[in-house]
Structures are given as C-alpha cells and as structure tokens.
C-alpha cells in the first residue's frame, strides 16, 4: 500500500502520510540559496528520485524527510511514498520522492529518476542506469562501485564513527552536496520535526560529515 504524503499544518511534525503543499506554507520564508536549482531544472521541472534499500535501512524515511525539507522549509511541493515488496527485514523496498515548484499530481512510481540512491550496494545493477533520464546520477553506498558516471561513497564507515544503524541521513547529506535541491539546514529542520529526539543530533551530524566529504 502507497503511503501519500497530505497536507498539514505548518509547525507539525511531518509524519509518514504526509503531504506538505508549497501553498499551504506560503508564509514561511523561502531560501535564497535554491534559486540556482530552480535555474536548472528549468523552473517548473519535476525532480525524482527513487530510493533502493531493504526493509529496516530507512528509505522511506530519507524519502519523506527529503519531501518534508523541500516543501516546509523551501516552498516548494514534494511528494514522497514508499513501494515494498515482501514485508520483511531485510527484502528489498523502493520510495521515491518528487519536487517540483507546482502541485506534484503524478502520484504512481517514477520510471524514468534524475537521482537513484541506492543505501545497499548489492542492490546494484548495471540496468538501474536504464532508470535514469538523461544527464540522471546514480548514488551508492559502496567501497567497490568504481564507475564514472556512479557516485560511490563508503556511509559504511560514517555510520560506525558516529555508531548509526543505517546510512540513510548520510546518503540525504551526499544528495544536497550533489544536486543542490536541498539545504543541509533544511534536512537538520526536517529532522528536528520528524525524528525522535535522541537520535536528531546524530543523524544530523550525518548529513553535515557526508555533505562535507563531497564538498572537500
């Protein structure tokens, strides 16, 4: 079952059905800092990006705080849901998230993603490339990958210096570094809103150390 992201009210907590509306949050201040993104994508442009992991890695929750960054802090629409296969830890799982300055109203699964992230690299495939559009980046948690046009980068070692469980937050980190879509401060907001308060400090330290290493 797809979980939808709604609208809601500003101030609350961004829990996983969801949906955040640009027009909703019209008085909240919009940054600056993304007005050369907007540039890029052509203004009125979707971004889409699907998310591999398996079940307990935390796609879906990259996937929904990425849409909740977006479209609280940055006023512009997100949409983020999740596709699972067999219920269970450890099988495979998809989410997808999409951006959009307009009203995103194409809510099935994204065929064709400007960014696949991919939290286990034994999700890899050479055929993930046919899921891209063109000029589409793929990101992987991974020592192996040695490939041009992938980014690799090893989250495996972040998340054991600051003893994470997963790599998720790391990999939302490495996504603003690249596609400049999102601000670091406006994921560490997003995550002030949606995760426990014990794990926040962490998780952001996260995002800043992989938005770091990419940005050396």
Same mark, same amino acid.
């Given at each position: ?7 809601? @009210? ?5 829990? #996983?059905? =969801?949906?955040?509306? %640009?027009?909703?949050? @019209?008085?909240?201040?919009? +940054?600056?800092?993304?007005? %050369?993104?907007?540039?890029? +994508? ?26 909740? @960054? ?15 296969? &067999? ?10 998230? #999409? ?9 099935? =699964?994204?065929?064709?993603? $400007? ?10 495939? $050479? ?7 063109? /000029? ?9 990958? @040695?490939?041009? /046009? !992938? ?6 070692? !972040?998340?054991? =210096?600051?003893?994470? &469980?997963?790599? /998720?937050? !790391?990999?939302?980190? !490495? ?20 995760? &426990? ?7 952001? +330290? ?11």
């Amino acid at each position: 079952m797809k979980h939808i992201l709604r609208a809601r @009210a500003p101030g609350n907590r961004c829990n #996983k059905r =969801e949906f955040f509306s %640009a027009e909703d949050f @019209a008085n909240i201040t919009r +940054q600056k800092s993304r007005k %050369a993104f907007l540039k890029n +994508q052509g203004g009125n442009s979707m971004t889409e990006i699907r998310w591999h992991g398996r079940g307990g890695l935390g796609a879906f929750t990259a996937a929904r705080l990425l849409g909740c @960054a977006v479209s609280l802090y940055e006023g512009k629409y997100a949409l983020a849901f999740p596709s699972f296969g &067999p219920e269970r830890r450890g099988a495979p799982v998809r989410a997808f998230t #999409k951006l959009s300055s307009k009203p995103v109203l194409d809510r099935s =699964e994204t065929e064709k993603a $400007d960014y696949i992230i991919i939290l286990d690299d034994t999700l890899y495939s $050479d055929s993930l490339k046919n899921l891209l559009k063109s /000029n589409g980046k793929i990101i992987v948690n991974s020592r192996k990958i @040695a490939d041009e /046009n !992938i980014i690799a980068f090893d989250c495996d070692s !972040i998340a054991r =210096e600051l003893r994470l &469980p997963t790599v /998720n937050t !790391i990999l939302l980190g !490495i996504f603003s570094a690249v596609s400049g879509a999102v601000s670091v401060k406006d994921i560490e907001r997003s995550i002030d809103g949606y995760m &426990p308060e014990k794990i926040r400090e962490k998780n952001k +330290q996260a995002v800043r150390k992989s938005t770091e290493e990419v940005l050396k």
